[in-house]
């Protein structure tokens, strides 16, 4: 699949320089939802994407022109997917990086034929995330462990749950990760791996207005297994509900059902 549309450093074009310090992931992506031309949740990705060139050293970017760049991309798409890479700027072979401006790399992706259906299972993943609380929470370029743990599972799964190495479960290899306990929200603590995801934030912050409880702990698989409900969330999907994984399956429960109507009214999400 190709993009439908790209822009390197503003300008429409499909290719990027050998030298690209994307040979070593350093940098930051963030995918987005375009519906009728409108870029979904903007100010929350650019928001942590703006805390990510901080923490990572980057050269800041310019927030007006992005939001420009991106907005023109945008137009007259009903339904697409928009992918913001920026990369530290091109400083010659080596890991040492030198001061250069940041690469701003947005491509327009169609949205995909299939929908994700609520019945198909998730699977558990062998793959582990390793613990670095440097990079834990962002959303940067290197998702080799990602892309080794979805060499495991093919369909009719479509997503798979991963583990830290120690032990703890943080998320989806491409979601974030829910459970219900007695009526209360509770995600996993992202201080040593994982992806603070967009979605995952608006999930909590409408959950928390509408009176429920939430809260961020250590999740055990045997806890997952035992949970009342399970959803995963991300930027396109919106949420969607973990009906079996393993032996276990579940019914769609009222705090899915109620999360769903809530991200529906407040148009958080497309694909609801």
Known sequence: MNPLTSFVNGQAQTSIPVTS????????FETLAIRDGRLLLWSEHVRRLMAGI??????PIDAALLATEAETLAAGHSLAILKIVVVRGTSGRGYRPAAAPTDRILTVWPWPNRPIDDEAPVFWCRTTLARQPLLSGLKHLNRLEQVLAQREFSDPYWEGLMQDTQGWVI????????????????TPILDQAGVAGVMRDQVMRRARESGMVVRLDHLTSTRVMEADEIFLSNSLI???????LAQRLWRRGPVTSRMTEILRACGDAPAL
């Open 21 to 28: 310090r994307l040979q070593y992931g350093d940098g930051l």
């Open 54 to 59: 901080e923490r990572l050293g980057l050269d």
């Open 171 to 186: 998320e989806g290899t491409m979601t974030n990760l829910f459970v219900v306990e007695g009526g209360i929200l509770t």
């Open 238 to 244: 919106g949420i969607r509900p973990v009906l079996r």
